[in-house]
Structures are given as structure tokens and as C-alpha cells.
């Protein structure tokens, strides 16, 4: 009966939309630099005292990737500062506070997702939502809240005219510099996650007008793929689903060992030791 | 009693020296008796701050233990014999590949994203067959085991069910498990 309760309250699949859903996390936390530098342990139980490169607390949170190419020097860049301050360190420094990140239960804003600037130049003007950044809280939109900016850093060098162009900056979203519209009446407002009728789903509904905001398709978007169910296999290195879901487990009364060598043909030559039971 | 050639003009370094463990109590400036605990030299031997030694050597700082003496890398196929001080090699050391034949093997490095599909409609067919029945006992009774997500579980109770169920049932009904 505890199972079936538990299986009848439906799961939360927004939480995990994200375009870098599956970029391994050993890989994103390595280019972040939050990994320990040396680990002393053997302190006779005590925890380990961890060494970061950039402690997790310290980590600065920003709107691209932290595997692009100019976030992944500024953290190299960063790290180095990192160690010569602690390697030059004469007082108690404060860490500076933590990135209040938004739960992920409560972020409602997706790619492709009708949006309205509330501040700047362009306040009051609905676009699209381009990116989103959950770790910094902010969303870029789509040719509003722009800045004049160089395209291509130091090409004059390479002989190539400076070029320009309005650079999209990001907003914020904890601090409501956007808001998501109102499919009822094309206002701004807030959202929250609901049940719907039957109950068996989540949907994001406006806290003014309770009028269900569709999650665009654009939101189930990744690095791998559109659509999902449209991922275009890899000849010879993708496992197609149905190979991935054939069950071919036999259960036998036997331990694995046994097992292996029973398939391999492995004879065991050796006469065992006598064992006694008491 | 210094290990570490250290700087007489009152420089700062990089040498160990000047970097003690986090821990006081361990190598507080006693030894033998009045040490608390065994001395743990982590600060300057493997692994280094930089990963730089990525397999133990017996020649890092000329140590050589005795622990690697002859230490070849690979996996020894028997031992030296005290009494006659020969090598005696054991056939259960010796490692033998056995390598099973993967004609035809269907399985590839990486899994299709398609499978997470495939996945979601098992899970949401299975929870509404749930939901229907009012049990997983019932629903698993109406539903097709190999179209099941989650998979059943493998349980004693299952293993001793598929094993020897028949035995039992037959043997019960025979009689053998009276109190006569």
C-alpha cells in the first residue's frame, strides 16, 4: 500500500529539462574547478580535509557554459589566483556569500518561452526566450536588453574590420527583471507549478488568471537532440532501444561464478577441501 | 632533524617545511614515546599536488620499501620457497584468458536517447495499469512482464518460487509435510 501511495503521486519531469542535461557532471564540476586539489585523510576517523582548486562556495556562477572557451580560462585563470592567495594568505579571509540559487521546483522559465522585459530600454517588450541559466538565476532574450558590443575580440589583429553587434545581456529572474506572459490576456505575471484536473501531471499554470502556460517544445531540447524520440542513431556505436530493453536475465540457483564458468565450458579439476557443518 | 633545506634569509618557500598538516596532534615536535599517533608524511609524498605521479615507483625518493621489492607490475604465478629457495610456480596463479565469442553481439558502446522514450511509455503505461487495479500485485497480474517498468525485482522469494515452487506443491499434495 506504501508503494502504490507513493507511486500515485506523479513526478516532477521539469526539474530536469536543461539543454546541457547530459553533460557528465565529473566533467562539469572539473571545469568549474571545484574539485579537490589534495584530499589528507587518515585522521584517525575524522573527515577528510578537502584542498579545492575553487571551493564550491567560491565558485561564481555565470550565464554560459563553464566549458566554454573564455569561462573555461577565466576559471583556470581564477584557480591560480586562487592558490597564490591561499599560498600568500596572513588573515581570515570571509568567502564571499553563496549564489542563492533557485530550486529547480520552482524555476519555471524555459527556452522558447513568451517573456516581457521589465526593465532597461526596452521595457514592456515581449520576446523569446533564448537561454536560461539556473545557476545564476538569469534567462537571455531574444534580440531585447541588448548591448553594443565587439563580435569578434582583438580581429584587427588578424586583419579582419572590427565588426558590432547588439549582444543580448542576461536578466534576471530572481530579481523579476523578466516576467513570463499571460496566454489569457498577454500580460505579465508569475507561475507556478500545479496538478491538473485528473491530477496524474504537473502543468505551469499563471498565479493571476490560473490559465495553464504550455511548456514549449523547444524546452526538451539538448545537445544530443531535438526530439528525442527524432535522436539520430549512430551506425555500430548506439545501442538501439530494443536491444537497450530485451530482457534476457534467466534466474538460476547459482552463484555467478558457477554460472561463468558453466557457460565458458571452465571445468574445476580440484577436489575441495572437506567442509563440516555444526 | 630538518628533511628540507630551509631558507636562512627568513624567505618564505615552497618547501614542505613551511606548510604543515592541518592537524596539530600528529607531529607536534614529539617522537617515539610521546607521539600520539603514527606519523603520516602526506604533504610531500604520493600522490603529488598535481597528480604527477599517476603509479607508486619504488624510486621516488630512493625509498624502495620492502613491500615492492621485485615489483614487476603484474601478477605474480607463484612464490619462492624458503626451505629450497626455488621459484615453485602454482597453475591456480598462472591467469588464463578464457574469452567468450561476441559473433553477432548486439550491444554497443553507447545507448540511444531513444531508449528514454521507450522508457517513459512502460512507466506511464505501468502507473496507470496501478492506478486501474489499485495494487502493483494486481496490475502486475494484467501487465506483460517483459513490457514492466520498473523491471520486477529478483527476490529470494521469487528465486525459491521459479526453483523449487513445483517440488513443494507437488510434494505437499503427496503428503510428505504431514505431521505423521
Redesign the interface.
Same mark, same amino acid.
Given at each position: 500500500?506504501l508503494?502504490?501511495r507513493a507511486?500515485?503521486i506523479p513526478r516532477k519531469p521539469f526539474v530536469d529539462l536543461d539543454y546541457a542535461r547530459h553533460m557528465p557532471s565529473a566533467y562539469v564540476e572539473r571545469t568549474k574547478r571545484t574539485v579537490p586539489?589534495?584530499v589528507?585523510g587518515?585522521?584517525?576517523g575524522?573527515p577528510d580535509?578537502k584542498m579545492y582548486y575553487v571551493h564550491p562556495d567560491d565558485y561564481v556562477p555565470s550565464h554560459r557554459r563553464p566549458w566554454e572557451d573564455k569561462q573555461i580560462s577565466s576559471h583556470l585563470h581564477r584557480s591560480d589566483k586562487y592558490f597564490s592567495a591561499q599560498?600568500s594568505n596572513q588573515y581570515f579571509n570571509l568567502r564571499r556569500p553563496k549564489s542563492e540559487r533557485m530550486a529547480d521546483t520552482e524555476w519555471t522559465f524555459f527556452p522558447g518561452d513568451l517573456v516581457q522585459v521589465m526593465v532597461g530600454k526596452d521595457k514592456g517588450r515581449q520576446g523569446l526566450v533564448l537561454t536560461t541559466s539556473r545557476d545564476s538565476s538569469d534567462v537571455i532574450v531574444d534580440g531585447l536588453h541588448t548591448k553594443l558590443g565587439e563580435d569578434m575580440e582583438g580581429s584587427e589583429k588578424l586583419g579582419v574590420d572590427k565588426t558590432l553587434r547588439w549582444q543580448e545581456q542576461p536578466l534576471s529572474v530572481s530579481k523579476k527583471q523578466v516576467m513570463l506572459v499571460d496566454p489569457n490576456d498577454e500580460q505579465p505575471c508569475e507561475a507556478r507549478w500545479q496538478l491538473n484536473g485528473p491530477g $496524474?501531471e504537473y502543468i505551469r499554470v499563471s498565479t493571476r488568471s490560473g490559465y495553464e502556460i504550455p511548456i514549449p517544445s523547444q524546452a526538451k531540447v539538448t545537445y544530443?537532440?531535438l526530439q528525442?524520440?527524432n535522436?539520430i542513431?549512430?551506425e555500430?556505436? $548506439?545501442?538501439?532501444?530494443d536491444?537497450?530493453?530485451?530482457?534476457t536475465?534467466m534466474?538460476k540457483?547459482a552463484s555467478f561464478e558457477q554460472e561463468i564458468m558453466e557457460?565458458?565450458g571452465?571445468k574445476e579439476e580440484r577436489t575441495p577441501k572437506p567442509t563440516f557443518w555444526y | 632533524m630538518k628533511l628540507v633545506l630551509v631558507s636562512t634569509r627568513g624567505v618564505r618557500s615552497l618547501n614542505s617545511t613551511n606548510f604543515p598538516a592541518p592537524w596539530p596532534f600528529v607531529k607536534k615536535g614529539a617522537f617515539g614515546q610521546r607521539k600520539i599517533g603514527p606519523m603520516n608524511y602526506e604533504k610531500f609524498k604520493w600522490p603529488g599536488q598535481n597528480r604527477e605521479f599517476p603509479e607508486l615507483s619504488p624510486k621516488f625518493q630512493k625509498l624502495n620499501p620492502k613491500e615492492l621489492h621485485r615489483y614487476t607490475g603484474v601478477q605474480a604465478d607463484g612464490f619462492h620457497d624458503e626451505k629450497t629457495g626455488e621459484f615453485v610456480p602454482v597453475k591456480e596463479m598462472r591467469s588464463e584468458l578464457v574469452v567468450p565469442n561476441l559473433d553477432g553481439f548486439k550491444l554497443r558502446p553507447y545507448v540511444s536517447y531513444r531508449t528514454d522514450v521507450q522508457i517513459e511509455k512502460r512507466r506511464v503505461a505501468y502507473e496507470k495499469k496501478v492506478l486501474e487495479k489499485g495494487s502493483e500485485r494486481l496490475a502486475d497480474l494484467h501487465t506483460v512482464e517483459d513490457e514492466r517498468w520498473p523491471p520486477p525485482k529478483m527476490s529470494a522469494e521469487t528465486l525459491f518460487e521459479l526453483a523449487y515452487g513445483d517440488t513443494v506443491r507437488s510434494a505437499y499434495k503427496e503428503g510428505k509435510y504431514g505431521n505423521k
Open positions: 500500500m508503494t502504490s507511486l500515485r586539489r589534495k589528507f587518515d585522521r584517525f575524522a580535509i599560498l $496524474d544530443e537532440y528525442p524520440e535522436y542513431e549512430v555500430g556505436k $548506439d545501442t538501439p532501444a536491444a537497450v530493453l530485451e530482457r536475465y534466474p540457483v557457460e565458458m571452465i | -
